[in-house]
């Protein structure tokens, strides 16, 4: 019996026909979401559910000189009340753990919890926290990054030591108010030489805010502990087993007493890979012996819980007469707020961040990332964590650049794009090198150079994002009926992965129709890394492209004795056995599984994939480039984008309908962050506390859009298929600052772009 279409990385036919996958896309969560049955973390309840309220701080510093909870714990239906003292030196964090589940001897914004109370209702519990009394000393505050490194400034952890560090040693930070950080360098030990020599030098400073997620579905959890001392945790988190262990080592817990269960997610966007409510609610529902459950109201999901940094990037780029790179030196200052326990990579920073001109070859370069304690809101990982914030630095500076020179923008970057066999800014090896080609249909499709009316003027920005990897099981149970159940601890966040995973194992030559997915809790599967990173498509095809020759070789194996009369070439088409030399059916493949598993036990088969960059080693990566053409008013300095355009890098495309989704839906993400969204700040408070006022972009707000895709057979995932979902974002932004440019002659280096920004920046003109 031969596999047929599920084949090894970059082997299949990426962006060519594929029979398996033609067949109309139906997500398996799609029937449960649209009928209301999907369970939600917040959907879920118990006998005996206690509600938890969190009292948070209303100072962004101050140390804590008494929290009184007395009257509290009279209060009708209260059960518990927690303060700092019942908490200390808990701490919980992704990877540093330095954010304290309850604070007891300093607060470091607004938002940090001084009491945590269980009740019989949210009402009696919000009524508890009203009778806490709290007396602050009001301590200076670290309001913004750049003050967070100026000499005198308070230090906001004084005790580092006491921070556990999942999984290594902590880096070494070089200034107590630094976070985290990395530098990356090319030739740079020649770097102020070649700027010294260099015919043309600029230097430019460019600024993001903060912003939220804006997913719909708030953080939820409900805790409980069984009679056999097994802690359960119900969770809006994406990486089950992550926040499993983040949860063993802030709490002192054995991982194997945890069983973490994620549901559906309802939005994420990066926002679901950090928790802070779990942790608090264990504690409570280990002092009054019931389920606890919480759920975040909005205010406090956007003023307390996880953030997108905000950033000041000073870029130096030094070029030749013609216009090709010499070289290049970022400084990215990014504002991580008060605590790094978002973050999950062990330099405590985001990847991103050096990504300010990845796509082009530039011979010599330092790029120096730094993130910063303030007393802000926490800040963590949003869809293409840190891109968002270079990409918009790096592609607005090479605009700049272009046309200083007195060259077209377009052609500048196509001078200076990576080519096959080419290495980045970053240093990364691309496997397959896809900027110049995307382009190429920018010029095409946007008329590009053809003349414009007055007060018009066309943008374009080019971005990248790696395609991740890592470690993910799958087991798959074949039941006596004919029914394939694939079983796997990813949870569905409404990317698509678990319609993925079938339509993978369909492309076995196996209907739709009879293969199932399950997610199940941590107790019932090895570990994997959640979804996010870009990895979900790659890892689950690939591991299911091997589920499936695994169960091919199983059945190819046992074939003669279930059809004693089959012929040597029987193979597996639409459910059916056939004849290979003919096409006739032999048998239903439930026909045969009847004879071959028993009917109460399930034969269960597994498999391991593990895909991961090695150093020095080709590397995929997923390029898009945005195109914008906008119309500006110099009266006011309104502007409108009349014309838009995404160009896209796709291998095999397993979920048409959902590629297309996170493609638009990028877009869409890009253009809030472009022009309207952003968290505004008053003495460390946020005052846009609704997505009202934070102000995400609704149907009318979208241009008209045009998608073009260019495949590929170059991917790592089953059949060279790709990722998607945080590749478009980040070049949307750079994408209209520049088309503003051209149009009026004026630069905003700052986000949101705004027509009061841009009237000023005329005027200054």
């Known amino acids: 019996m031969t596999q047929g279409r599920a084949g090894p990385a970059g082997s299949g036919p990426g962006g060519s026909h594929i029979p398996a996958l033609d067949v109309p896309e139906d997500r398996v969560d799609g029937v449960a979401k649209v009928t209301g049955a999907a369970r939600f973390a917040a959907d879920r309840a118990m006998p005996g559910m206690l509600w938890a309220r969190f009292l948070a701080s209303p100072m962004p510093h101050a140390a804590i000189r008494s929290v009184d909870a007395g009257r509290a714990r009279t209060m009708p239906g209260v059960r518990a009340v927690l303060?700092?003292?019942?908490?200390?030196?808990?701490?919980?964090?992704?990877?540093?753990?330095?954010?304290?589940?309850?604070?007891?001897?300093?607060?470091?914004?607004?938002?940090?919890?001084?009491?945590?109370?269980?009740?019989?209702?949210?009402?009696?519990?919000?009524?508890?926290l009203a009778t806490i009394a709290v007396d602050l000393e009001a301590l200076e505050p670290v309001l913004d990054a750049e003050a967070s490194l100026a000499a005198g400034a308070p230090i906001l952890h004084e005790h580092p030591e006491r921070y556990a560090f999942l999984d290594g040693k902590r880096p070494p930070t070089g200034h107590p108010n630094i976070q985290g950080g990395f530098t990356i360098e090319g030739d740079a030990a020649d770097l102020e030489a070649v700027f010294a020599a260099a015919p043309h030098v600029f230097t430019h400073t460019y600024r993001t805010p903060r912003q939220h997620h804006g997913y719909l579905e708030p953080h939820a959890t409900l805790v409980w502990i069984d009679d056999g001392d097994l802690v359960h945790v119900v969770t809006t988190n994406k990486a089950p087993f992550r926040l499993r262990a983040q949860m063993a080592a802030s709490l002192g817990l054995a991982a194997e007493r945890i069983v973490v269960e994620t549901g559906y997610i309802g939005g994420d966007f990066g926002g679901k890979g950090y928790s802070i409510d779990e942790y608090a609610c264990y504690l409570l529902a280990r002092a009054t012996g019931r389920p606890v459950k919480a759920v975040t109201p909005y205010a406090e999901e956007i003023g307390q819980v996880n953030v997108r940094h905000a950033a000041v990037m000073r870029l130096r780029t030094a070029v030749d007469a013609d216009g090709r790179l010499l070289a290049h030196s970022a400084d990215i200052l990014l504002d991580g707020g008060a605590y790094a326990s978002a973050k999950p990579l062990a330099h405590l920073a985001v990847a991103g961040a050096a990504d300010t001109l990845a796509?082009?070859?530039?011979?010599?370069?330092?790029?120096?990332?730094?993130?910063?304690?303030?007393?802000?809101?926490?800040?963590?990982?949003?869809?293409?964590?840190?891109?968002?914030?270079?990409?918009?630095a790096g592609e607005s500076h090479l605009d700049e650049i272009a046309r200083a020179l007195g060259q077209d923008p377009l052609a500048f970057r196509l001078r200076n794009a990576a080519r096959p066999g080419e290495v980045g800014a970053t240093g990364a090896r691309f496997?397959?090198?896809?900027?110049?080609?995307?382009?190429?249909?920018?010029?095409?499709?946007?008329?590009?150079?053809?003349?414009?009316?007055?007060?018009?003027?066309?943008?374009?920005?080019?971005?990248?994002?790696?395609?991740?990897?890592?470690?993910?099981?799958l087991t798959l149970l074949i039941h006596h009926d004919g029914r394939l159940e694939i079983t796997t601890g990813l949870p569905?966040?409404?990317?698509?992965?678990?319609?993925?995973?079938?339509?993978?194992?369909?492309?076995?030559?196996?209907?739709?129709?009879?293969?199932?997915?399950?997610?199940?809790?941590?107790?019932?599967?090895?570990?994997?890394?959640?979804?996010?990173?870009?990895?979900?498509?790659?890892?689950?095809?690939?591991?299911?492209?091997?589920?499936?020759?695994?169960?091919?070789?199983?059945?190819?194996?046992?074939?003669?004795?279930?059809?004693?009369?089959?012929?040597?070439?029987?193979?597996?088409?639409?459910?059916?056995?056939?004849?290979?030399?003919?096409?006739?059916?032999?048998?239903?493949?439930?026909?045969?599984?009847?004879?071959?598993?028993?009917?109460?036990?399930?034969?269960?088969?597994?498999?391991?994939?593990?895909?991961?960059?090695?150093?020095?080693?080709?590397?995929?990566?997923?390029?898009?480039?945005?195109?914008?053409?906008?119309?500006?008013?110099?009266?006011?300095?309104?502007?409108?984008?009349?014309?838009?355009?995404?160009?896209?890098?796709?291998?095999?495309?397993?979920?048409?309908?959902?590629?297309?989704?996170?493609?638009?839906?990028?877009?869409?993400?890009?253009?809030?962050?472009?022009?309207?969204?952003?968290?505004?700040?008053?003495?460390?408070?946020?005052?846009?506390?609704?997505?009202?006022?934070?102000?995400?972009?609704?149907?009318?707000?979208?241009?008209?859009?045009?998608?073009?895709?260019?495949?590929?057979?170059?991917?790592?995932?089953?059949?060279?298929?790709k990722a998607i979902g945080e590749a478009v974002n980040p070049s949307v932004a750079p994408a209209v600052a520049n088309a503003i440019a051209d149009a009026v002659g004026a630069r905003l280096r700052e986000l949101p772009l705004s027509a009061e920004d841009l009237l000023r920046a005329m005027h200054r003109a």
């Open 83 to 128: 303060t700092g003292e019942d908490a200390r030196d808990l701490y919980f964090g992704r990877r540093l753990l330095d954010r304290p589940v309850i604070a007891w001897d300093r607060v470091r914004f607004v938002g940090d919890r001084l009491a945590a109370v269980a009740a019989e209702t949210p009402e009696q519990a919000e009524a508890a």
């Open 359 to 392: 796509p082009y070859r530039v011979p010599h370069v330092r790029i120096v990332a730094r993130t910063v304690y303030t007393n802000t809101v926490p800040a963590g990982h949003m869809r293409a964590p840190g891109q968002v914030q270079t990409n918009f």
């Open 431 to 473: 496997r397959e090198a896809r900027g110049a080609p995307l382009l190429e249909v920018v010029r095409r499709e946007m008329e590009w150079g053809s003349s414009l009316p007055a007060g018009r003027g066309r943008g374009v920005a080019l971005g990248l994002h790696h395609v991740g990897a890592g470690r993910l099981p």
């Open 492 to 721: 569905e966040q409404g990317g698509g992965v678990h319609t993925v995973i079938r339509r993978v194992m369909a492309a076995a030559a196996v209907p739709e129709s009879i293969v199932a997915v399950r997610q199940v809790a941590t107790s019932g599967t090895p570990p994997d890394p959640g979804v996010g990173g870009s990895w979900a498509t790659h890892l689950a095809s690939r591991a299911t492209a091997a589920l499936a020759a695994g169960f091919l070789a199983w059945l190819d194996e046992r074939l003669p004795g279930a059809l004693p009369a089959a012929p040597a070439g029987a193979t597996l088409r639409d459910g059916r056995v056939v004849d290979a030399a003919d096409g006739s059916t032999l048998a239903a493949l439930d026909t045969v599984l009847a004879r071959l598993v028993p009917r109460d036990a399930p034969v269960e088969l597994s498999t391991v994939y593990e895909g991961g960059h090695r150093e020095g080693e080709d590397d995929d990566f997923d390029f898009a480039a945005c195109a914008v053409e906008v119309e500006v008013d110099r009266e006011t300095g309104a502007f409108a984008i009349r014309d838009a355009l995404l160009v896209v890098d796709a291998g095999t495309i397993i979920n048409p309908v959902a590629h297309r989704g996170q493609a638009e839906g990028g877009f869409v993400f890009g253009l809030g962050g472009a022009v309207m969204e952003g968290l505004v700040l008053d003495g460390g408070v946020v005052t846009n506390l609704s997505l009202a006022d934070a102000r995400l972009p609704t149907p009318g707000d979208v241009p008209p859009l045009r998608l073009v895709v260019l495949p590929t057979d170059v991917g790592p995932g089953a059949f060279g298929a």
